[in-house]
Structures are given as C-alpha cells and as structure tokens.
C-alpha cells in the first residue's frame, strides 16, 4: 500500500526557517499532484501549498506567499516545503499529500486528496 512518509519538522524559532520533505513509499506519484495542509491544535485542517506533476503550475495559500515555496524532484521521488519567516502561530502538524488529479481552486481542497502522510510536526516559538 503506498505510503507518504514526511521529514524535516521539528523546533524553531520565530523568524527562522524549516524544509520539510516528502517521499511516497510503495509507489511513485510523478503524475500527480502533492500538496502540504497544516493543522493547529483545535482548527481544522488547512491548505498551504500544492504542485503539478511538472512543477510547472504551483498554488499557495494566500497567508504563506512569499515565504514558503514548494518543489519536487520526480527522479528522487520526492516532494519539499521551504518556509521561511515562520510564525508562531504556523506550529501545526504538517500533512503531505497527493491527488490523483486537480486543476486550479480543485487543488486547494481537502476532498481532492486520495493519499495522506501521518504528518510531521512544527513548532514555531515566540
């Protein structure tokens, strides 16, 4: 069964930055979409980021343009999230994950995703 296995969260200071990973087990994605969400204690779970197969069409969450950017590697099979400037109230579990397909708004919710990571948490302290 694929998996979705995500890296790279952990502490860090306001201001400061993390680069979280992404790598699918068990099969490859190269055609689909992978995208982060978040989810703070108590809120609901939250697009952040998503890329085409391609990397040529990328979608951010309008609170994280210009400090996060997403890419992927497909020879690696491997996905990333730079943030930058992180913001304490950014701490949330990070959750990787993949649709099948989408385009344009579709790839901001929650409901085009078929494939999920068990999420990797970030900490952001004031």
């Known amino acids: 069964q694929a998996q979705l296995v995500e890296s790279g969260g952990g502490l860090v200071q306001a201001g400061g930055s993390l680069r979280l990973s992404c790598a699918p087990s068990g099969r490859t994605f190269t055609t689909y979409v992978m995208g982060w969400f978040r989810q703070a204690p108590g809120k609901e779970r939250e697009f952040v980021s998503a890329?085409?197969?391609?990397?040529?069409?990328?979608y951010y969450a309008d609170s994280v343009k210009g400090r996060f950017t997403i890419s992927r590697d497909n020879a690696k099979n491997t996905m990333y999230l730079q943030m930058n400037s992180l913001k304490p109230e950014e701490t949330a579990v990070y959750y990787c994950?993949?649709?099948?397909?989408?385009?344009?708004?579709?790839?901001?919710?929650?409901?085009?995703?078929?494939?999920w990571g068990q999420g990797t948490q970030v900490t952001v302290s004031s």
């Open positions: 890329i085409t197969w391609s990397g040529g069409w990328t």
């Open positions: 994950a993949v649709a099948r397909t989408c385009s344009g708004y579709g790839c901001y919710r929650i409901t085009s995703y078929d494939y």
